[in-house]
Nanobody
């Protein structure tokens, strides 16, 4: 059973930055594209960004393009999301999963952007 453990969320002012991390158990990590997803209150979960197996290709939702950067460290089975110039509309619980997402999810990490 794959485990996904997200961390790094918190309360930040608009314009601030956070770096999220997701530790993934199992050697399958290196064989999979990974994604960051988020779910805001009252909304459906949405894809924020994904990164290819070797990190050579990335893709972002229009709403975060130019502000967020996804990266991965295959030696540490970890995927990251650097979030800059945060906006109140970025407030959500952030999750990582494979891309495309599979059925299991971690607990997520809460990001609140507010003054």
């Amino acid at each position: 059973q794959v485990q996904l453990v997200e961390s790094g969320g918190g309360l930040v002012q608009p314009g601030g930055s956070l770096r999220l991390s997701c530790a993934v158990s199992g050697s399958i990590f290196r064989l999979k594209s990974m994604g960051w997803y988020r779910q805001a209150p009252g909304k459906q979960r949405e894809l924020v960004a994904f990164i290819s197996m070797y990190g050579t290709s990335t893709n972002y939702a229009d709403s975060v393009k130019g502000r967020f950067t996804i990266s991965r460290d295959n030696a540490k089975n970890t995927v990251f999301l650097q979030m800059n110039s945060l906006k109140p509309e970025d407030t959500a619980v952030y999750f990582c999963n494979f891309y495309p997402a599979e059925k299991f999810w971690g607990q997520g990490t809460q990001v609140i952007v507010s003054s």
